[in-house]
């Protein structure tokens, strides 16, 4: 089993920054790519960024050139940098993981979500 726990979050105003991290823990030899999902309230879940053990990554169109996802693959640990945070960009967001190494395709494991909430 995989366990993810982010930190991070919070309430930030437009056009703040705020970081989230989350940590793996548990059969962590099974984790390949890895990244961030959020859930915005009334609206489907989406990927946000995603980013593979060889650092290609991949992002949702809305938070190319603001938001910027790494990683440290020694410590199986995940990072989202958000700047220039824009209200719409209020969701939970969730740490997740999968076993295949597609910085699209993160569905195997799952955090429990941070509140992400900005203000206008």
């Known amino acids: 089993q995989v366990q993810l726990v982010e930190s991070g979050g919070g309430l930030v105003q437009a056009g703040g920054s705020l970081s989230l991290s989350c940590a793996a823990s548990g059969s962590i030899f099974s984790i390949k790519a890895m990244g961030w999902y959020r859930q915005a309230p009334g609206k489907q879940r989406e990927l946000v960024a995603g980013?593979?053990?060889?650092?290609?990554?991949n992002y949702l169109d809305s938070v190319k050139g603001r938001f910027t996802v790494s990683r440290d693959n020694a410590k199986k640990m995940v990072y989202l940098q958000m700047n220039s945070l824009k209200p719409e960009d209020t969701a939970v967001y969730y740490c997740?993981?999968?076993?295949?190494?597609?910085?699209?395709?993160?569905?195997?494991?799952w955090g429990q979500g941070t509140q992400v909430t900005v203000s206008s």
């Open positions: 997740a993981a999968d076993r295949s190494n597609s910085a699209g395709h993160l569905d195997d494991y």
């Open positions: 980013i593979t053990t060889g650092g290609n990554t």
